[in-house]
């Protein structure tokens, strides 16, 4: 292929370094070809009550404040006509202790080869579901630690990577867009595996966006102790920008039908769940931006519940800098076991029965 024989003398490499009002960017083209380096760095302090044995108070560094730190390679070669070989290979990394996963994974995130059509982009590989693609940063928001909704263990599939996946996406017509994903079982990952599909349908119209998930996983014999239970998960986002404030709903709804090996959550009991969060964004002014958000959990089996209410701002120093700052408050009743950090304890979720926990992060971002 002409991508893979480009002679080097024919690269073109533009490196656009961070100021006051640029970031940084590297891009290598080639005629038809381009190929783009990308990545996030997230990271800072944070400090999280009632840990361990529930009694101590842990202060260390943290990644992910507001989301995942990554670094990435993105390339495109376009044939012309609307249609472009795309690939997307990201790796997720730890700032803070200069680490990168221990799973052995070279593209730990997003990992897929695909094309873009005038009918829209089929992709195959380690990738997203559409909760993620479409409500996480517009309508769910926080980091792993500091206070997201999919931290809650029925709801972890609303930020999840799937492997062994082929994917279509549509393109948006008057505002409509809709899409479907099917994964096949991870014979390579025993203790999370499981086939699995999403779909979903999404409207955008202005300042209004509405969407509604639906995955469905199974245990369907990734070894003979498959069990063949399933998770379901159905998720309504929506957000509505007046221009002076941003606002942000979305509903989700969890059922699980018994311990399963699957790509997502951890093996559990028949349970189901609920789970709702408010939120509001307000640009207090052109450098600062604040959120305010609150999260209601109810497992309806189990009769337990889970409050979280989350408070985090940012301000950009420069385009590609921002200072971060997040301050949450966990609240677990009816013998709920939710945490923002796990503590000694083996409940599922991590935490004590109706133990509370605070998290208080402050940190730095820098995207490039």
Not at 348 to 358: A, E, F, K, R
């Amino acid at each position: 292929m002409k991508f893979m024989n480009i002679p080097l003398a024919a690269l073109t490499c533009t490196a656009v370094l961070g100021s006051s009002n640029a970031s940084a960017d590297l891009t290598v083209t080639s005629g038809n070809a381009t190929l783009k380096a990308f990545g996030l760095i997230d990271t800072g302090l944070v400090a999280v009550t009632h840990t361990g044995d529930g009694h101590q108070i842990k202060t260390d560094t943290t990644d992910g404040i507001l989301s995942a730190s990554g670094l990435g390679l993105g390339g495109s070669y376009d044939f012309g006509s609307g249609f472009k070989a795309i690939v997307n290979l990201q790796a997720s990394f730890s700032p803070s202790r200069l680490q990168i996963p221990t799973n052995h994974e070279l593209f730990s995130r997003n990992a897929y080869a695909g094309l873009e059509s005038p009918w829209g982009t089929f992709t195959l590989g380690k990738q997203w579901d559409f909760n993620d693609d479409w409500f996480f940063g517009t309508v769910f928001k926080g980091g792993y630690n500091t206070g997201a909704i999919f931290k809650f263990s029925e709801f972890d599939a609303i930020s999840e990577l799937y492997r062994n996946t082929v994917k279509y996406t549509s393109p948006e017509i008057s505002g409509l867009q809709v899409g479907a994903m099917y994964g096949l079982n991870d014979y390579r990952k025993l203790e999370q595996a499981g086939s699995m599909y999403s779909l979903g349908v999404k409207y955008t119209s202005g300042p209004l966006m509405v969407g509604l998930t639906h995955n469905h996983e199974e245990d369907t014999g990734v070894d003979e102790n498959y069990t063949g239970n399933r998770y379901l998960l159905t998720t309504l986002g929506s957000s509505y920008n007046w221009g002076w404030i941003n606002g942000r709903l979305g509903l989700t709804y969890a059922d699980i039908s018994g311990p399963a090996k699957l790509q997502s959550i951890g093996a559990m009991s028949a349970r189901k769940a609920y789970a709702v969060e408010v939120g509001v964004d307000y640009p207090f002014t052109s450098a600062f931006t604040g959120s305010a958000n609150v999260i209601y959990r109810d497992n309806t089996t189990l009769s337990n519940q889970t409050l979280m209410y989350r408070l985090s701002g940012e301000y950009k120093i420069s385009k590609p800098l921002s200072l971060t700052a997040n301050l949450a408050y966990l609240h677990n009743q009816g013998g709920a076991t939710e945490s923002f950090v796990n503590t000694h304890a083996d409940f599922v979720g991590g935490g004590y029965p109706n133990q509370n926990q605070m998290s208080t992060a402050v940190g730095v971002r820098y995207r490039f």
